[in-house]
Protein backbone atom coordinates (compact mmCIF):
# COMPACT_ATOMS: atom_id res chain seq x y z
CA UNK A 1 0.00 0.00 0.00
CA UNK A 2 2.87 2.52 1.13
CA UNK A 3 4.65 2.16 -2.57
CA UNK A 4 1.24 2.61 -4.21
CA UNK A 5 0.55 5.82 -2.13
CA UNK A 6 4.18 7.04 -3.47
CA UNK A 7 3.14 6.09 -7.07
CA UNK A 8 0.04 8.02 -6.73
CA UNK A 9 2.32 10.87 -5.07
CA UNK A 10 -0.37 10.83 -1.27
CA UNK A 11 2.42 9.31 0.27
CA UNK A 12 2.33 12.18 2.96
CA UNK A 13 -1.23 11.51 3.06
CA UNK A 14 -1.59 7.94 3.73
CA UNK A 15 -0.82 5.76 7.14
CA UNK A 16 -0.81 2.26 7.04
CA UNK A 17 -0.89 -0.15 9.65
CA UNK A 18 -0.36 -4.13 9.53
CA UNK A 19 -1.24 -5.92 12.75
CA UNK A 20 -4.14 -8.19 14.27
CA UNK A 21 -6.80 -6.03 13.27
CA UNK A 22 -8.67 -5.99 16.99
CA UNK A 23 -5.15 -5.01 18.16
CA UNK A 24 -4.06 -2.28 16.55
CA UNK A 25 -7.51 -0.90 16.74
CA UNK A 26 -7.43 -1.00 20.60
CA UNK A 27 -3.65 0.54 20.47
CA UNK A 28 -4.70 3.46 18.39
CA UNK A 29 -7.72 4.14 20.42
CA UNK A 30 -5.59 4.10 23.64
CA UNK A 31 -3.06 6.47 21.48
CA UNK A 32 -5.97 8.35 20.94
CA UNK A 33 -5.07 8.38 17.02
CA UNK A 34 -8.04 9.85 14.77
CA UNK A 35 -8.57 9.48 11.11
CA UNK A 36 -9.98 10.69 8.47
CA UNK A 37 -10.69 7.53 6.57
CA UNK A 38 -10.45 3.72 8.27
CA UNK A 39 -10.52 0.35 5.92
CA UNK A 40 -11.10 -2.31 7.65
CA UNK A 41 -10.95 -5.40 4.82
CA UNK A 42 -10.15 -8.49 7.54
CA UNK A 43 -9.98 -12.44 6.25
CA UNK A 44 -13.17 -14.23 6.30
CA UNK A 45 -14.80 -14.52 9.74
CA UNK A 46 -17.37 -16.67 8.17
CA UNK A 47 -16.25 -19.76 6.13
CA UNK A 48 -18.63 -22.15 7.11
CA UNK A 49 -22.61 -21.80 8.49
CA UNK A 50 -21.24 -23.22 11.98
CA UNK A 51 -19.29 -20.13 12.21
CA UNK A 52 -22.14 -17.50 11.25
CA UNK A 53 -22.82 -16.15 15.18
CA UNK A 54 -18.79 -15.90 16.00
CA UNK A 55 -18.29 -14.30 12.65
CA UNK A 56 -21.20 -11.84 13.00
CA UNK A 57 -19.65 -11.11 16.57
CA UNK A 58 -16.26 -10.56 14.76
CA UNK A 59 -17.81 -7.87 12.37
CA UNK A 60 -19.55 -5.66 14.44
CA UNK A 61 -16.73 -5.86 16.77
CA UNK A 62 -14.39 -4.36 14.43
CA UNK A 63 -16.22 -2.00 12.84
CA UNK A 64 -17.53 -0.33 16.23
CA UNK A 65 -13.17 -0.17 16.82
CA UNK A 66 -12.82 1.12 13.48
CA UNK A 67 -16.01 3.59 14.29
CA UNK A 68 -13.98 5.21 17.51
CA UNK A 69 -11.17 6.07 14.93
CA UNK A 70 -12.98 8.15 12.57
CA UNK A 71 -13.00 12.19 12.64
CA UNK A 72 -16.24 13.40 12.36
CA UNK A 73 -16.72 14.17 8.81
CA UNK A 74 -14.45 11.14 8.15
CA UNK A 75 -15.09 7.86 6.80
CA UNK A 76 -15.31 3.95 7.43
CA UNK A 77 -14.69 1.81 4.61
CA UNK A 78 -15.96 -1.94 5.84
CA UNK A 79 -15.08 -4.90 3.37
CA UNK A 80 -16.04 -8.60 3.83
CA UNK A 81 -14.77 -11.55 1.87
CA UNK A 82 -17.30 -14.19 3.64
CA UNK A 83 -19.70 -15.18 1.26
CA UNK A 84 -22.47 -16.76 4.03
CA UNK A 85 -22.03 -13.46 5.43
CA UNK A 86 -24.62 -11.34 3.18
CA UNK A 87 -24.49 -7.67 2.45
CA UNK A 88 -27.26 -7.55 4.79
CA UNK A 89 -25.20 -8.53 7.67
CA UNK A 90 -22.64 -5.98 6.83
CA UNK A 91 -24.58 -3.42 7.13
CA UNK A 92 -26.43 -4.63 10.46
CA UNK A 93 -22.66 -5.34 11.91
CA UNK A 94 -22.16 -0.96 10.70
CA UNK A 95 -25.52 0.52 11.97
CA UNK A 96 -25.24 -1.73 15.36
CA UNK A 97 -21.74 -0.58 16.05
CA UNK A 98 -22.74 3.06 15.27
CA UNK A 99 -25.40 2.49 17.66
CA UNK A 100 -23.47 1.51 20.55
CA UNK A 101 -20.83 3.80 19.56
CA UNK A 102 -23.25 6.78 19.55
CA UNK A 103 -21.87 7.53 16.07
CA UNK A 104 -24.06 8.51 13.03
CA UNK A 105 -23.23 7.13 10.13
CA UNK A 106 -24.45 7.29 6.24
CA UNK A 107 -23.68 4.83 3.50
CA UNK A 108 -22.56 6.60 0.70
CA UNK A 109 -21.34 3.60 -1.40
CA UNK A 110 -21.82 0.16 -2.06
CA UNK A 111 -18.85 -1.42 -3.08
CA UNK A 112 -18.24 -4.61 -5.07
CA UNK A 113 -15.34 -6.47 -6.84
CA UNK A 114 -13.54 -5.16 -10.46
CA UNK A 115 -14.44 -6.13 -13.67
CA UNK A 116 -11.28 -8.62 -13.04
CA UNK A 117 -13.55 -10.87 -10.41
CA UNK A 118 -16.72 -11.14 -12.25
CA UNK A 119 -19.80 -12.50 -10.79
CA UNK A 120 -21.23 -15.31 -12.70
CA UNK A 121 -25.47 -15.24 -12.25
CA UNK A 122 -25.89 -18.95 -11.61
CA UNK A 123 -23.13 -19.00 -9.16
CA UNK A 124 -23.94 -16.54 -6.26
CA UNK A 125 -20.82 -17.74 -4.35
CA UNK A 126 -19.08 -15.89 -6.72
CA UNK A 127 -20.15 -12.27 -5.01
CA UNK A 128 -18.65 -13.06 -2.23
CA UNK A 129 -16.37 -9.51 -2.10
CA UNK A 130 -18.86 -6.75 -0.82
CA UNK A 131 -18.17 -3.24 0.83
CA UNK A 132 -19.26 -0.24 2.49
CA UNK A 133 -17.91 3.38 2.16
CA UNK A 134 -19.83 5.27 5.26
CA UNK A 135 -19.25 8.77 6.03
CA UNK A 136 -19.10 9.44 10.08
CA UNK A 137 -20.70 12.53 11.30
CA UNK A 138 -20.50 12.20 15.17
Known amino acids: MNRNAEQNEV ?20 ADERFGMVIIDPPA ?15 RRLAALALRLVEPGGYLASFSCSYLFARDGLVEALARAAMAGHRRTSIVAELHAGADHPVHPAMPETGYLKGLLARVEA
Open 11 to 30: AGLVNTRQGDAFETLVALHA
Open 45 to 59: FVKRRKDADKGVQAY
